[in-house]
């Protein structure tokens, strides 16, 4: 059980991490999420959720954003706080 609750850290740290990631690179494009909403095709209120770190993301679903942001999936997975 032990082994489980690590795990659910980790996917809610990764969450986090991709949440804040895509934040940061909508804001820098200058979007709100009705533009993202537009350029992925994925639903406004999904979005939310995603940014707020409350979704269980596909990987379709962030190779979208990814593609709309215009940067590699990888980008968003990067903890900027451990590189600083």
């Not at 489980?4 to 895509?22: C, D, H, N, P």
């Not at 940061?24 to 994925?42: F, I, N, P, V």
Request: hydrophobic share 40%; glycine share 4%; no cysteine.
């Amino acid at each position: 059980m032990h082994e489980t609750s690590e795990l659910m850290k980790s996917a809610t740290k990764s969450r986090k991490i991709f949440a804040s990631q895509v934040k940061k690179h909508r804001q820098a494009k200058g979007w709100r999420l009705e533009d993202l909403h537009q350029a992925s095709g994925l639903s406004y209120n999904y979005l939310s959720t995603v940014e707020n770190g409350r979704a269980n993301i596909s990987l379709d679903n962030a190779d979208a954003i990814a593609k709309a942001l215009g940067v590699p999936l990888a980008v968003l997975l990067i903890d900027q706080q451990q590189e600083e």
